[in-house]
């Protein structure tokens, strides 16, 4: 969630061109955030520390919220670069290709060319990934992580599409085994 504060203060801010709000906003909250983001990242992995998911079930490293923290920190170095702080606009965008490199080596099944829902934190250490195909990886198309037309992306909406479509309502469940209104 913190990311998307700041992914869509940038957002209002490119809509808006209010200055003197963002001005007010930016030391307070966007660079606060930031570097908080910028700093809870997993040892090892590249990827944000485990928080619960999506669907506040289950605590791990999601697929969703990579894509929201690399929005945030993507956004947080926009607003450094347009305060001309280079050095900080300079840390956010490393912290961002980092993000994008660590997703595709940890939450992409190659096998199948999409995203996977997560990885969760096993007790002795390390982490097992849970291959499931699950609806809130459409994040990292709509966040801007991956591109429309890039492979991951075909992939990963191919599956959302033919693994949890409902068939009698149209609709789309979360993820593969929900339990949920089933």
């Not at 709000?21 to 590249?46: H, K, N, W």
């Not at 096998?111 to 990885?119: A, N, T, V």
Request: net charge negative; hydrophobic share 40%; glycine share 10%.
């Amino acid at each position: 969630g913190t990311g998307l504060v700041i992914w869509a203060l940038w957002n209002h801010y490119e809509s808006t061109r209010e200055i003197e709000f963002i001005s007010e906003m930016y030391e307070q909250m966007v660079t606060r955030c930031a570097d908080f983001l910028a700093s809870f990242i997993q040892p090892g992995l590249g990827l944000p520390k485990p928080s619960y998911d999506l669907w506040e079930e289950r605590l791990g490293i999601f697929t969703y919220t990579c894509s929201a923290v690399y929005a945030g920190l993507e956004a947080a170095a926009k607003f450094a670069r347009l305060f001309q702080e280079n050095d900080r606009a300079a840390s956010y965008a490393l912290a961002v290709l980092n993000i994008k490199k660590a997703v595709r080596e940890h939450l992409f099944n190659s096998g199948e060319k999409r995203l996977i829902k997560g990885m969760y934190p096993r007790a002795g250490g390390g982490f097992d990934r849970d291959m499931a195909v699950d609806a809130s990886t459409y994040a990292a198309f709509y966040f801007g992580l991956y591109e429309p037309g890039e492979e991951i992306i075909n992939g990963t909406m191919k599956a959302i599409m033919e693994r949890l479509r409902s068939g009698g309502s149209g609709g789309i469940a979360r993820y593969e085994g929900d339990e949920y209104y089933r």
